[in-house]
C-alpha cells in the first residue's frame, strides 16, 4: 500500500510540474529536464509511466480536460431528459457548454494555472498538440454541435460551424485574458465576476445563432489543408 501511494504521488507531482511547464513554455518549449527537476523526480519515471513527452501531455490534458467533458456529457443528458426530445433552447445549450470550463477556470489555485495551460495549447502551432487537444475535445464537440443543430435546423452547416468556433474562440481568448479585458474596459469588464461573464456570453452567442445565414449553400468551398484545431 506504502509503494502504491508513493507511486501516485510521484505521477502527481510530474503532472503538476508538467502542467505548470506546458502552460508557461508551450510544449516545444517545456523541458522534461527541467519537469523532473521540478517535481523531484528523474527521467527513467517519466517515461515509465507516461512513456514519452506528448505520452506526458496527454496525461496532463487527461487529467484537467476530462472531468470538464464528464460534466458537459452529465449537463447535456440532463437537458435531452428534461426537454424530452424536442429542440433545447440555445440558451441553455450555450450555459451548458461554458459553464463546466468557467468553473474550472475559477477554482481557486488552480484555475488560473489551467487556463495559462488552455491559451497556450489552443494557439500552440505545433502538430502533436493539436491533434491531442483535437482528439480530446472531439467527442464533445460532436454531441454539442449536433444538438444546436437540431435548435437552429436551418441555419446552414458553414454557419453553425463558424458560430460554433467563434464561441470558443471568444471564450478562450476572455477568460486567458482577463486582465487585459478589464484594463481595456477601463475597469467596467470584470471576468472574475463569473455571473455577468457568463450572462453576457450567452446573450451575444444566442442572438448570434439565431443571426440570418450568410452563407449561399451547405457546400464547403475547397481549401487548401491546414492542421485541424480541436
Request: glycine share 6%; charged share 25%.
Amino acid at each position: 500500500m506504502k509503494a502504491s501511494t508513493q507511486t501516485q504521488d510521484s505521477q502527481t507531482s510530474i503532472l503538476d510540474a508538467a502542467e505548470r511547464a506546458f502552460a508557461d513554455y508551450g510544449f516545444d518549449g517545456a523541458s522534461l529536464r527541467h519537469i523532473v527537476e521540478e517535481a523531484k523526480a528523474n527521467l527513467a519515471t517519466v517515461y515509465y509511466h507516461f512513456g514519452s513527452k506528448e505520452g506526458l501531455m496527454e496525461a496532463v490534458f487527461s487529467r484537467r480536460f476530462g472531468p470538464i467533458h464528464e460534466e458537459h456529457f452529465q449537463m447535456l443528458r440532463e437537458l435531452e431528459t428534461k426537454y424530452k426530445g424536442a429542440a433545447i433552447p440555445l440558451e441553455k445549450l450555450l450555459e451548458a457548454m461554458l459553464m463546466p470550463p468557467l468553473r474550472m477556470a475559477t477554482t481557486p489555485g488552480k484555475g488560473e494555472t489551467v487556463m495559462c495551460l488552455i491559451g497556450r495549447v489552443v494557439t500552440d502551432p505545433n502538430p502533436q498538440v493539436q491533434e491531442l487537444l483535437r482528439r480530446q475535445h472531439r467527442d464533445v464537440r460532436t454531441v454539442y454541435l449536433d444538438a444546436f443543430q437540431r435548435s437552429v435546423p436551418r441555419l446552414p452547416k458553414a454557419d453553425l460551424l463558424w458560430r460554433f468556433e467563434f464561441v470558443w474562440g471568444a471564450f478562450v481568448f476572455v477568460l486567458c485574458n482577463p486582465s487585459r479585458i478589464e484594463k481595456i474596459t477601463g475597469g467596467v469588464c470584470h471576468p472574475s465576476d463569473t455571473d455577468a461573464l457568463l450572462s453576457q456570453m450567452i446573450a451575444v452567442f444566442s442572438a448570434g445563432f439565431r443571426a440570418p445565414a450568410v452563407s449561399k449553400s451547405d457546400r464547403s468551398p475547397a481549401r487548401p489543408a491546414t492542421r485541424r484545431n480541436a
